[in-house]
């Protein structure tokens, strides 16, 4: 969207939002576009069973990408959880196949563990302070320490023998 474009909608919105009068063209359009439907029960039709019900679903929080070192301290250093490193890169074909893989894995245990992607490229410190020469490298972490690891691609049956040795 070109600049000027931008800017006329930010402008637009702005008189909008603060429900400003506005004493521009637009200013009919908008003040009928904020006008919200009035409804009254004597217009509804149907029963309450033809109602739709809206479902919500807690979203599971097992896999994090890394943002950058203090996030990799608090998230996963200093977790109390064990933790399983992913480190990888985008253009890293093996990468593309494991991480799915993994993070399949890592749900199934409901919490007992969690997942921390950490892509090499943007975090290249990270790599080269837990001596990641390869991608896709795998590292389980409890307590803060680094208690196993490995570099390539594995199976679900591995990796769930990976997972079940580092929760223990």
Request: hydrophobic content about 40%; glycine content about 4%; charged content about 25%.
């Amino acid at each position: 969207m070109p600049m000027a474009q931008r800017l006329l909608l930010r402008r637009f919105l702005a008189s909008v939002v603060s429900r400003k009068p506005s004493h521009s063209r637009w200013a009919p359009l908008a003040s009928r576009a904020l006008q919200t439907p009035q409804l009254s029960l004597s217009n509804l039709t149907g029963t309450p069973s033809q109602a739709r019900s809206l479902y919500t679903t807690q979203v599971c929080t097992t896999t994090f990408n890394i943002q950058d070192g203090p996030d990799f301290q608090d998230r996963v250093v200093n977790s109390e959880t064990p933790v399983v490193v992913d480190f990888h890169a985008q253009w890293c074909g093996p990468c593309k196949i494991l991480g799915p893989r993994l993070e399949k894995v890592v749900a199934k245990q409901h919490g007992k563990v969690v997942m921390a992607k950490v892509d090499i490229d943007d975090h290249t410190d990270l790599a080269i302070e837990y001596e990641v020469s390869a991608v896709p490298t795998v590292l389980a972490i409890k307590n803060g320490d680094v208690v196993d690891k490995f570099v390539g691609i594995k199976d679900e049956d591995q990796l769930e023998a990976f997972l079940k040795k580092l929760i223990g």
